[in-house]
């Protein structure tokens, strides 16, 4: 079993930054990761993964330019950084990971899943 744990959401201003955390523990395996969100009465929508081997990376359109996917491979941990938030940024933010190699924007194809932090922006 694989155990994601999320931290570092808040309520911020239009404008400002937030860094999201998921720590991974348990039977990990070097697989993407990847955090998704979901706005109230929404789907579960991709935002940005990260490959654990090489680092690539890829973004949602409606994020690039703004937030930033990273890992430190030692810690099992994987980061989003988020700058210039905006009120649509406002969601349930989760960390997820597959059970096996190879990128994926599908909800269905991870198996792990955080328990969500909350990101809200106001105007």
């Known amino acids: 079993q694989v155990q994601l744990v999320e931290s570092g959401g808040g309520l911020v201003q239009a404008g400002e930054s937030l860094r999201l955390s998921c720590a991974a523990s348990?039977?990990?395996?070097?697989?993407?990761m990847t955090w998704f969100r979901q706005a109230p009465g929404k789907g579960r929508d991709f935002v940005a993964t990260?490959?654990?081997?090489?680092?690539?990376?890829d973004y949602a359109d409606s994020v690039k330019g703004r937030f930033t996917i990273s890992r430190d491979n030692a810690k099992n941990t994987v980061y989003l950084q988020m700058n210039s938030l905006k009120p649509e940024d406002t969601a349930v933010y989760y960390c997820?990971?597959?059970?096996?190699?190879?990128?994926?924007?599908?909800?269905?194809?991870?198996?792990?899943w955080g328990q969500g932090t909350q990101v809200t922006v106001s105007s």
């Open positions: 348990g039977r990990t395996t070097p697989s993407p």
């Open positions: 990260i490959n654990w081997f090489d680092g690539s990376t």
């Open positions: 997820a990971r597959r059970a096996m190699s190879g990128r994926s924007t599908s909800v269905g194809d991870y198996l792990y």
